[in-house]
Structures are given as C-alpha cells and as structure tokens.
C-alpha cells in the first residue's frame, strides 16, 4: 500500500482547490464546481455545481476538458467543457462559463447538448445553501408567476421539501444583509439534505411533481443560468480565517458514550482466531447479524454469525427482515433461536422493500417476540437513510428502540463532502428526538457507501454487490478521521447505540489478513472509555479538525483528528500529559510525549488520542 493509499485510501492526487475572489467575497474553484462563498468567515452558499443523475438516481462521473482559469485581484473567470461517457459512448455535453465580479455578483451558464438517447431524473444546477446561519432565517421566493412568497429555511429536518415552484430568492443571513440567487431555463425546487445527512439545503433543477425518469432523445438541448448576488455594496472584510484551530469546552453538555457495536462481514464467513482476538478486545456492545427467513439457506448463514459473535464474546442484534408472509417467517425464525438455545440481546424489525417497518408487523410482532425472548429488545424502524423514517414516521409505542442507517455519499463522494455530513448526523438524532420523544434511537449501520439503493427506478438495481459497498479510502486514516467526527456527533445528540462498518474485508474494520485499520484502532481507544461520557467540544474549524472529550469520572481523554492533507495547529483548552497517535501503519500505535505541548502540530489526516 501506497502512502497515498494510507492517508486518504487512493494513489491519485487530491483535487486542486484554488481560492478566488470576487470582490468583497472569496470563493472555491475545485474539479468544475464553486464552493464556500464567503463573506470574511460569514458563509453565503455552499456550493454551486452542474448535475445528471440516471434513472437509479445514480451520478454520471463528469470529465472536464478545455479547462481556462483566469484569475484577477478582485474578479475571475472559468470556462470548461464537460461530457458524460457510458462505455466509450458520450451521452451528453456540457459548454460552461462562470464569472465572479468585483461587486461581489456571480453568474454561471450552462448550454448542454444529448448526443444519445439515455434516461435521466436530473440535468442542470444544483445550489447548495449551509446550514450554519442559515436555519430558521427569513427567505423570500420568488414563483414563476411573478409572485413572491415570504418564509425561512427551516431549523429541524423538514420532512418535505420546504420551497417549491421557485424561479429566484432572497435571503437574509444572520446579520441582516439580503442575498439574491435568481434561476433560468427550468423551474427549481429546494429539499433539506441533512435527511441523508448533507449538510445544507439543496436548490435544484426540475421540480419532484414532474414523472420521472425523462427520457432525453440526441439532439435535445438543456440551458441554464444561475445569478447570484448582494443586495447592497459590501465592504472587502479583512477579517482572515485563522489557520491555527482553537477548542471550546462545555463542561456542564454531557451524554453517555453510546453502545458501540459491529455488523457482521458480508465478505468473509469464517472469522479466523487472529480476527476473532482483535474483535474480543473491542469490547463491542453488539454484533449486528442480517436475517431474511424468505431467502435460501438463511439459517445456516445465520447459525454460522452466531458461532462468530459467541466466539468473539459480543452480545447478538439481529436485523430481521420480513416480508408479507411477516407471520410464518417470524414463527420460523423463532424455531431456530428455540433449537439452538439462541439469546438474542436486540432484534431490529423490517419490512422487505418498505421504507420503514409496515404497521401490521409493529401490530403484532413486538408482542409475540416478548414472549418468546423475554430478555431481548425489539426496534423497528428503517434499514435506509434517516428521510425514510422522517418522512414515514412509525408508532413508537410497541418499539423499545428506533433505529436508522447513515452513510455520507448519496449525493457526492468526494472527501470534502463527506467531512462536511458529519455535523449533520447529529441533526438527524435531534430530529427523531422530536417525533420519537423518549424512546432511545439507534444509528445502524454506519458506513461509508450506501448498502443498498431504495431509490431505484428498477428493484433489481437496488442490491449492491460487495464491490460497490467497499469504499477504497476504509483503511485510510482518512476514514478513522471521518469515524471519529461521526461518533463525536452522533453521541453529543444523545444517540444510544451506534453500529459501525463490518467485522473482516474491504467493509470492515479488520483486513482479511487480520490486521486493524486505523479506524478499528481508533475504536479500540474509544471503547476503552465504554459506559462513560462525552463531553461537548466545538472546533472553530470543524471542517478541518473535529475533537471527541470523553471521561470515566476518573481519567480524560481527547480525541483529535486532522481532516486536511495539510499539516494542523490545534490549541486545546487543557494541558494534556501523554498520548499515542495512529501512524500510517494500520493497528500500530506510536507513542508519543505531548505534554504542555501548545498547539499540538498534527499531520496530514493524523488522529492523536491524548490523556489529561
């Protein structure tokens, strides 16, 4: 493995990221896309891109070529062509140019052109508006008619896509000043992202009232032009992102460390004993086990996970998928626990191709389960993404516990975005706080590529191979990086139980040669600390570094991770006495002394675990 593959899991150079100004604003130039329009340090929009999305909702890969960069002191232009290939065929092209002014204003055009016949959901801009200053503001739409609309971004996850039939609109940031994005050559429409757990808004092109998937025909042209601008001259803000990152603690913020468990490998069968030692010493709370009684062989696959989990000493959840005939399965599946004396910690419902566990399962099933298994809890909930349960809220009073899976890459891939979803799945806890009300809600699975598409145009395009769940950067420190900022998240709202990855293979948290990823060694570090707290931390760059506080009442301990590919001053608010780092050897921990070491320098994608 490549120190490249070490560090961010790919030999292939990391995207250039170059910073432009448009007068009193600064924004990103990175691979085609415009992101982080800023004011000083006051973000304005996200991001703004070109899309095409297949029928599966699938995202072409674009490849750019004839790529011009002109950049002045206070304004910029870029221009580049772009086309979509399947096979060797190219299916569609895009011209675009863009152009930032010195008055702050940007425009970006679109002039795109089918060169094959191919089915398409999305094709065209899409706007992306952060979350951070934005929630709960007032916003302004401007409709097709003419008409203007008065509201505001909404503050928890909105269930439903909360502006429609949109042509432009103004917005007010929190200190006041108004903004103006104004759209032509389709009719746009705005969902809140953080249901998948991106996080920001998402202005996009061809409102969801329309059927889909379209078919375009060669020769079908799309043309688009998106505006964007202050509603009032703006000052040049000297202020300057400093690089140095500083940490806030609020002592008095705390949550119990949540319950974290292990899937089973969908990739290795048998786990040998080097595996099985590893496993053991995590101490996991669960051992997440898939049954479907309406498929061939399950209970031999299922017996031979529970001589896995009992051989690694991890307590069983078992996600039982069910489909109409939920009644025979269900005696069937509690024949086979009876026979083989199977003590089953949790039991997480599903419904078999339903967004969420149907209401005559939850009529039922729950009951019959208690008096089988007395000692066992019994969830229900989602095995898709959190909008799924958002959007098909369940009953909670037959459920001991709600669950829902995360995964970052099911709108973009690449690393930056991926760091950018992580505050928001604790939002998504807070969200199901609201309908749930009490009843503990568990994050299972966490993973980094989606396991499988509930969005298909086809069901049978909607199971993914291992290949396609295996993400290349999982035995980077990129990955344990990322993991972290999860469980931060994730346990600062108050999640209970957190399943992450698999065992053994290319999706786990162990190499098939039984070595541990980083990510596996930073869990290891973080189960040490299993039953106690987490303390609240805020980073003033929680895109670049995220931290995790934990304490057993006795010791501290931080956790701090390095997002970037460069090298990161962290100053903590504590002196810390001694800690190790995970180096670029996976499982191999590098001892260090830090001690009234201020700020702490670490590496590229670095991740350090410090005692205090």
């Known amino acids: 493995m490549t120190i490249n593959q070490q560090l961010y899991g790919s030999d292939a150079p990391l995207p250039v990221y170059t910073e432009l100004r448009a007068g009193p604003l600064t924004v990103g130039y990175e691979e085609g896309s415009f992101r982080y329009f800023r004011w000083g340090n006051e973000e304005l929009l996200r991001m703004i891109?070109?899309?095409?999305?297949?029928?599966?909702?699938?995202?072409?890969?674009?490849?750019?070529?004839?790529?011009?960069?002109?950049?002045?002191?206070?304004?910029?232009?870029?221009?580049?062509?772009?086309?979509?290939?399947?096979?060797t065929t190219v299916l569609f092209t895009w011209k675009v140019t863009a152009e930032g002014k010195a008055d702050g204003s940007f425009r970006m055009t679109i002039d795109g052109l089918a060169h094959q016949s191919f089915l398409r959901n999305r094709a065209g801009f899409c706007m992306l508006h952060p979350i951070q200053g934005m929630a709960g503001q007032p916003c302004q739409l401007l409709h097709p008619n003419g008409q203007w609309e008065t509201t505001h971004f909404p503050q928890t996850i909105s269930l439903e896509n909360p502006f429609k039939q949109v042509a432009g609109m103004r917005w007010q940031q929190a200190d006041g000043i108004w903004f103006r994005l104004d759209m032509t050559g389709d009719i746009f429409e705005t969902e809140d992202q953080r249901n998948w757990t991106d996080a920001s808004y998402k202005t996009f092109c061809t409102p969801s009232t329309l059927p889909i998937p379209v078919q375009l025909q060669a020769g079908d042209r799309?043309?688009?032009?998106?505006?964007?601008?202050?509603?009032?001259?703006?000052?040049?803000?000297?202020?300057?992102?400093?690089?140095e990152v500083t940490v806030r603690v609020f002592e008095q913020?705390?949550?119990?460390?949540?319950?974290?468990?292990?899937g089973a490998s969908t990739e290795v069968r048998?786990?040998?004993?080097?595996?099985?030692?590893?496993?053991?010493?995590?101490?996991?709370?669960?051992?997440?086990?898939?049954?479907?009684p309406a498929q061939a062989d399950w209970e031999t696959d299922f017996l031979a996970e529970v001589a896995n989990a009992l051989a690694c000493e991890t307590p069983m959840l078992v996600a039982l998928h069910l489909t109409s005939k939920h009644a025979a399965e269900l005696n069937d599946f509690?024949?086979?626990?009876?026979?083989?004396?199977?003590?089953l910690a949790e039991i997480m419902l599903f419904s078999v191709n339903e967004p969420v566990t149907m209401a005559a399962v939850l009529a039922t099933a729950p009951d019959i389960l208690r008096k089988a298994l007395p000692q066992t809890r019994i969830g229900a909930g989602t095995n898709y993404n959190f909008t799924e349960l958002n959007r098909n809220r369940l009953a909670t009073y037959e459920a001991d516990f709600i669950s829902y899976s995360v995964h970052p890459q099911v709108h973009a891939f690449d690393n930056r975005s991926m760091i950018e979803t992580l505050a928001t799945q604790g939002d998504t806890v807070q969200t199901a706080r609201t309908f749930a009300g009490s009843v503990p809600i568990h994050v299972s699975p966490v993973t980094l590529r989606q396991r499988v598409n509930p969005y298909a145009h086809d069901p049978k395009d909607s199971v993914q191979t291992n290949s396609q769940k295996a993400d290349p950067r999982q035995p980077s420190l990129w990955a344990a990086g990322w993991t972290l900022g999860s469980i931060k998240y994730l346990a600062e709202a108050g999640a209970q139980s957190?399943?992450?990855?698999?065992?053994?293979?290319?999706?786990?948290?162990?190499?098939?040669?039984?070595q541990s990823y980083p990510l596996g060694v930073l869990l290891v570090a973080v189960q040490s600390f299993r039953r106690g707290e987490v303390i609240r931390t805020e980073s003033s760059q929680p895109l670049t570094c995220s931290t995790l506080l934990l304490t057993d009442g006795t010791h501290r301990c931080w956790?701090?991770?390095?997002?970037?590919?460069q090298s990161l001053p962290i100053s903590l608010p504590e002196r810390v006495q001694r800690g190790?780092?995970?180096?670029?050897?996976?499982?191999?921990r590098m001892e260090l002394d830090v001690a009234n070491t201020q700020p702490l320098v670490i590496e590229p994608f670095g991740t350090w675990v410090l005692s205090c």
């Open 49 to 87: 891109y070109v899309s095409m999305r297949d029928e599966n909702w699938g995202t072409l890969t674009p490849i750019r070529t004839n790529e011009e960069v002109i950049i002045g002191a206070d304004h910029f232009q870029v221009r580049y062509d772009c086309h979509y290939e399947r096979g």
């Open 222 to 243: 799309v043309r688009q032009q998106i505006g964007f601008r202050p509603e009032q001259p703006l000052p040049v803000s000297s202020t300057v992102q400093m690089r």
């Open 253 to 262: 913020e705390r949550t119990l460390l949540p319950a974290i468990g292990v």
């Open 270 to 292: 048998v786990l040998t004993e080097s595996v099985r030692e590893v496993l053991q010493s995590c101490h996991f709370a669960h051992y997440r086990i898939e049954v479907v």
């Open 334 to 343: 509690l024949a086979i626990t009876r026979q083989h004396a199977v003590a």
């Open 498 to 514: 957190i399943t992450y990855f698999q065992t053994v293979g290319h999706q786990g948290i162990i190499s098939a040669g039984g």
């Open 559 to 565: 956790l701090v991770t390095n997002h970037t590919d």
């Open 580 to 588: 190790y780092r995970i180096t670029l050897v996976p499982a191999q």
